[in-house]
Nanobody, 123 residues
């Protein structure tokens, strides 16, 4: 059974930074491409960032491009999301997920999900 556990969320002032972490267990992590999604209150879950399992291919949502950075440490079965210049509209529950097949920006392309970690940005 593959399990994902996110951590690192919290309260930060606008303009600040946070780094989210996602640890994957129970699977072959270094063969998974990984994604981060987020869901704000009353809104649908949306794509944030993607990283391939090799060659370091990365994709970002336009709303976070230049501010967020995704990375992975295969030795630690961990994927990180470094967030800077945070804005109040970045407030959401952030989820990591293992990519399976399909368009990287679609929820249906991912098969395992974490429980999420809450990021709150005060203005």
């Amino acid at each position: 059974q593959v399990q994902l556990v996110e951590s690192g969320g919290g309260l930060v002032q606008a303009g600040g930074s946070l780094t989210l972490s996602c640890v994957v267990s129970g699977g072959t992590f270094d063969r998974y491409a990984m994604g981060w999604f987020r869901q704000a209150p009353g809104q649908e879950r949306e794509f944030v960032a993607f990283i391939s399992w090799t060659f370091g291919v990365e994709y970002y949502a336009d709303s976070v491009k230049g501010r967020f950075s995704i990375s992975r440490d295969n030795a630690k079965n961990t994927v990180l999301l470094q967030m800077s210049s945070l804005k109040p509209e970045d407030k959401a529950i952030y989820y990591c997920a293992t990519y399976f097949s399909g368009f990287y920006y679609e929820i249906g392309a991912y098969h395992y999900w974490g429980q999420g970690t809450l990021v709150t940005v005060s203005s």
